[in-house]
């Protein structure tokens, strides 16, 4: 890997060092301890210098080399590349008091008229500031690592600090949850709301450990924790959503509930007062009744459907109603249930008085048709001559009126019977009137016929 080859560089050059500070430094010691011999000597120390100077040169290429170009080093290499970075500085701190220090014994021992001294001056000017702009480098490279390595050290930190609160906040929340189940709702949701509050700032805190570790490209077991930290809290807001959902779907079904249950009151109010007002029924005719059962049935069945509405939604919010919810929603139950009962016995009366009102119509229509055809065949005229074959056709007629009249006389008891029934459970008032007539049979004509 690209830090790994790095790391081994730095080592190689680490090592070299110390070589390369004895081989620019034995140049200078023999310069000293032979100084103001021959010119042959001169030549030969300005070649050691040289060579000396050479090889601290491509040292520096080596190591600025590797310093200069980008790598990606690993989270659990930063601690081993520091150390070997603090080592190296330290080299070239070492390097550079040397070379300085030469260089000033160089200045007053190697002679003035020297034809190469300049350039020497210039040669090791350079390699001075060669190594102060490397040991510039890397001091930065070094703070650069410790402050990387105090930033890790921090996550991590702060990551298990994080994973500590989310763990105690998981806790506390699923405790008041479990604790609010049975109470009223307000409180329930005063509790999910003050849940998802606190959890407000450990979502903000994930996020942000999230963007620190992927500027520090954190190592492996740190990003398996961090993920770990997001599914707990991730799962902790989904019991909370869960929760506030079924809270919701709960408050929902209440309203629901109440409004029925108060719309259920309205209409046992209103059939208590039909029930328990005047019974007597007044009609001027058959349709009148039909109208009137129709009515009846139409609010009574509507208020036993409204009965077995509410009832329903009652059983599915049973687990979080409270007593006095309970209380009330029986009692209510229990009139609805006494006034449908009245109105189906009721809704039976009205049925019977309209069947017996339509076969009393039926019968006094046939009985009426049977006396007009009797009445038709009446003789209008006295006989003019009264021989005795007249008296016997005259009697024989008769005589068969007689006998369909009293053939048809017991459909007569049945409707005067019928019509007395009747005549109980109605109150008669003629077409457009207003006034009750307690002894008439609205548009009907009843016809006597002498015996």
Not at 21 to 26: N, T, V
Not at 68 to 95: D, G, M, R, S, W
Not at 124 to 137: F, I, K, T
Not at 255 to 267: K, R, S, T, V
């Amino acid at each position: 890997m690209a830090g790994t080859g790095e790391n081994n560089s730095l080592t190689a050059a680490a090592e070299q060092s110390a070589s390369i500070l004895y081989f620019c430094s034995e140049p200078f010691l023999l310069l000293f301890a032979q100084a103001g011999r021959a010119e042959k000597e001169s030549l030969h120390l300005e070649q050691k210098l040289y060579d000396g100077v050479s090889a601290t040169s491509l040292w520096l290429d080596g190591v600025e080399e590797n310093m200069f170009v980008a790598t990606a080093l690993l989270p659990e290499e930063t601690e081993t590349y520091l150390y070997k970075q603090e080592f190296l500085a330290k080299e070239i701190k070492e390097i550079t008091e040397e070379m300085d220090k030469n260089k000033n014994l160089f200045s007053k021992t190697f002679p003035e008229n020297g034809d190469n001294r300049d350039v020497i001056e210039d040669t090791l000017d350079c390699l001075l500031r060669r190594l102060a702009l490397l040991e510039s480098v890397v001091d930065q490279r070094c703070r650069q690592m410790k402050e990387r390595l105090q930033q890790i050290v921090t996550f991590k930190s702060d990551l298990k600090l994080l994973f500590t609160s989310l763990s105690d906040n998981k806790y506390l929340i699923l405790q008041k949850l479990a604790e609010t189940v049975e109470r009223p709702e307000t409180e329930q949701v005063q509790v999910i709301l003050q849940a998802e509050e606190g959890l407000k700032e450990l979502d903000a805190g994930i996020n942000e450990l999230k963007k620190r570790g992927d500027k520090l490209q954190i190592d492996q077991p740190s990003v398996q924790e961090l993920s770990k930290l997001q599914d707990m809290y991730d799962e902790l807001m989904m019991i909370i959503g869960s929760r506030r959902s079924d809270l919701n779907q709960n408050l929902a079904l209440k309203g629901q509930y109440e409004q029925a249950l108060q719309d259920l009151a309205d209409l046992v109010e209103t059939g208590q007062e039909k029930m328990t007002g005047d019974q007597k029924i007044f009609v001027a005719s058959k349709e009148e009744v039909q109208l009137l059962l129709d009515k009846h049935k139409e609010y009574f069945q509507g208020l036993e459907s409204h009965t077995i509405l509410t009832e329903t939604l009652f059983r599915k919010m049973r687990s979080f109603a409270f007593l006095r919810e309970t209380q009330s929603h029986s009692e209510l139950m229990a009139r609805a249930s006494t006034i449908l009962k009245q109105a189906h016995k009721r809704g039976v009366e009205l049925e019977y008085v309209l069947e017996t009102w339509i076969s009393l119509d039926d019968n006094y229509q046939e009985l009426t048709r049977q006396l007009e055809s009797v009445e038709g065949n009446i003789p209008t005229v006295g006989l003019v001559e009264e021989t005795e074959d007249r008296l016997t056709d005259r009697i024989t007629l008769f005589q068969h009126l007689k006998s369909n009249l009293t053939e048809h006389q017991p459909k007569l008891y049945q409707v005067l019977d019928d019509g007395k029934r009747l005549l109980f459970s109605v109150i008669f008032k003629r077409s457009g009137s207003t006034k009750a007539e307690d002894s008439r049979y609205s548009s009907t004509a009843c016809r006597v016929v002498p015996d």
